[in-house]
């Protein structure tokens, strides 16, 4: 069993940066793969960015060249970098590990970004 629990999400001018944080409990976290994902109102649940336990990464188009996914597994964490926030980047974001049929959630972020 996994849990984690998400951090740094807040207000931020468009243009402006925030780091988002994820921590998890629980053991082998270097085996997870990782991700975060963003939900607003209304919306589908959509990948923001993804790291497998070998460290390969892949984003989704709308945050490309924008967003970094790291990994620090000797603290179980996983982050976000979020640079050039847009307002459309206004979501609650969540982390996510997985290891084949097995997923596990946070409770998510919220992110706004004002105009």
């Known amino acids: 069993q996994v849990q984690l629990v998400e951090s740094g999400g807040g207000l931020v001018q468009t243009g402006g940066s925030l780091r988002l944080s994820c921590a998890a409990s629980g053991r082998f976290f270097s085996i997870y793969a990782l991700g975060w994902y963003r939900q607003g109102p209304g919306k589908q649940r959509e990948l923001v960015a993804i790291?497998?336990?070998?460290?390969?990464?892949n984003y989704g188009n709308s945050v490309k060249g924008r967003f970094t996914i790291s990994r620090e597994n000797t603290k179980n964490t996983v982050y976000l970098e979020m640079n050039s926030l847009k307002p459309e980047d206004t979501d609650v974001y969540y982390c996510k590990a997985s290891d084949g049929p097995f997923e596990y959630w946070g409770q998510g972020t919220q992110v706004t970004v004002a105009s």
């Open positions: 790291i497998t336990s070998g460290c390969r990464t």
